[in-house]
């Protein structure tokens, strides 16, 4: 991870809201958000499905308007100059929108010449970005013959032929393989490194670890936190993080368990044990010895620092897979990957 | 296997009543079918302009042309309409010039006191289908009313013109519209079934360059289809081209036909998300303009409320200037005003794409 903490700001959200409304009811699919992101960041939104990400970006790229509040991009208002707005971003939706019936070529040229790149390097520039998908051979072929991920690829690097200041990327790496999706991460850092500010919407949590300076938690249209990676896990109770599969369970241990200082929580669901503790692999042999006395047959057992994932359960209660909206949708196999 | 049938049955119909725009479409068609085909094609013709004009030297009146000029004026059909407008006129050479440029639909000429033959000599403009036989044979009865016993001579200035020349111009500006059926703005419901537009939105591009881009692209699609129809008018219905200005002049009308007609299924296109729902109003314009544009039918046989829609109609300025390029050899003077008409409406048309081109997804 770099930093380009140069302190300017690239994009001021101001209490914006989003209300969609129809016969039946209306949704608040942006409820107030306000934040900023800096020159050079790559930042990033988290959160569920239908958490309001989608629609914020669209917002943000001018396809939306808010129903009250508003933003600026670099010194552009989304609402009185959506046109100069235009013309600083690259956008790669969630949704593919790749011409099919084009060749590779011509989707990237259609584009180059929406967003006016000088007729006099598009060629050049066209064919450095089908390099840099691996696309080259496949230039002349239809979009609509790639695989999902080649498509996905195309659509990328689409959105930076202009080397706009500012790239959203909705759900860049949706339904990509590991290595695909490993390239798309190389592709990103790299922009990134040309000064290009980068807002990514994921919901998997490597990419946001991997990838982002900061990221905003998203759910049910609310800002829930905005930090640094490092920030967002001291929010969880320190330490890391214990799971224990067990066969049988003994109400009686776990008051023991909690009587051990470095324990700062724990909990038996589902047979199940899982606890904080400040040093896991100090606390750990006690722990063992603790359950072997009460003659509890042990399946598994797992000690990570809190991911992502975790802390986003904690601030919310559900977790990032669910959809937004059923609350407490914890599904058991997700909770401790 | 019934369930089955039930399902698909069940999916079908939810989708048809969901879309209660295609429903009243559906039903729209027949009801004007019946409403303007009935109306356009059976309409009774009535107050069909004619010049009556004294022959001379001298300029004297004679009792025939009072006699002639007062019967012609005051004929009545079955439901009281009148058939023939006389228009009086002095000079003979006025009454051939107004016959040339569409004003009257026929000249009659009633002969001098001093003529050698006695003969009434009809100018009838021969490139319309209908009145030529309706006024020649008015002035028949006429002078059979009258007794008189003069030799008719009918003089078709445009010479012997068939019903197939007659409707083949029509079919040119019919081809025009059939292919904005597929081409037009279809392009642009086919970027929002898809949602590929949501990429193009959020680049600069401006909704003036949207909707230009895809009239010109529409345009340049309709004006294959017209001139291919316009070549095999000239093959198979023997209308003839008799200099390269004549030919020029009506690629020209058919180029800004083209405009008019795209510009206005664009202006539909431009808000419709569905191509369904696209398809049927094109159909349902398809049919109206058709049949208003005087192709079929001419226009002086309609009822005036339907006359009402052929001023608003791109198709009845195309059909109109294309027959007096081909089948009359009119000029520029002639169907200017047809042009402008043209031109103001695909005018108009364009802003109304412009103005109705959501550059939102909302």
Known sequence: ?????????????????????????????????????????????????????????????????????????????????????????????????????????????FYGKLVDVPEDILDKRIWELLEMTGLSDRAYMRAGTFSGGMRRKLEIVRAFIHRPLILFLDEPTIGLDPEARREVWQQIEELNREETTIILTTHYMEEAEKLCNRIAFID????????????????????????????????????????????SAAEINNSVLTLSAKEGSRVLPALVTLIEQYSLPMNSISIHSPSLEDIFIYLTGSALGADSGD??????????P | MIRGALAIFNRDFKKFLSNPFVVIMTLMMPIMYLVIFGNAMGGTISHIPVAVVQEGPPYTPTTLFTDMSYELNHITQKDDPKLIDVRSYNDETAAKEDLTKGRVSAVVVVPSDISNDHAVR??????????????????????????????????????????????GVGVIMMAIFTSTMFGGGIALIRDREAGIHEGYLVTPVQRTSIIAGIISSGT????????????????????????????LLA?????IACVGVTSLVVSFASRFSAQQEYASVVAFLNLV??????AFYPVIGMPDWLRWVTVINPEYYGVDALRGIILRGQGIDVIGIDLVALLLFSGAMFILGIATYRRTLE
């Open chain 2, 122 to 167: 009809l100018y009838v403009d021969s490139s319309d289908s209908v009145t030529p036989a309706l006024v020649e044979s008015a002035v028949m009865k006429v002078l059979a009313k009258l007794h008189a016993d003069n030799p008719v001579i009918v003089n078709k200035i445009y010479g012997d013109i068939k019903y197939i020349q007659f409707f």
């Open chain 1, 220 to 263: 049910r249209g609310r800002l829930i936190a905005l930090d640094t990676l490092e920030n967002l896990k001291k929010m969880v109770p320190e330490g890391d993080l214990i799971t224990i599969g067990l066969d049988a369970t003994d109400d009686r241990i776990l008051p023991l368990i909690r009587a051990n200082p470095l324990v």
């Open chain 2, 289 to 294: 303009l058709f049949m208003t544009s005087g």
């Open chain 1, 1 to 109: 991870m770099t930093s380009h903490d140069s302190g300017h700001e690239v994009i001021r959200i101001d209490h914006l809201v989003k209300v969609f409304k129809n016969k039946h009811k209306s949704v608040t699919a942006v409820d107030d958000v306000s934040f900023s992101v800096a020159r050079g960041e790559i930042f990033g939104l988290l959160g569920p499905n239908g958490a309001g990400k989608s629609t914020l970006i669209r917002i943000l790229t001018t396809l939306l308007s808010p129903t009250s509040g508003t933003a600026v991009l670099d010194q552009y208002d989304i609402i009185k100059q959506p046109e100069k707005v235009r013309s600083i971003i690259g956008v790669c939706p969630q949704n593919s929108t790749l011409d099919m019936e084009l060749t590779a070529y011509d989707n990237l040229d």
């Open chain 1, 327 to 336: 609350a407490g949708g914890v599904k058991g196999g997700r909770r401790f």
């Open chain 2, 220 to 247: 340049i699609r309709a004006f294959i289809a017209g001139f291919a129809i316009f070549f095999i008018d000239i093959l198979i219905t023997g209308i003839v081209i008799y200099s390269i200005e004549q030919f």
């Open chain 2, 251 to 255: 690629m020209l009308v058919i180029l």
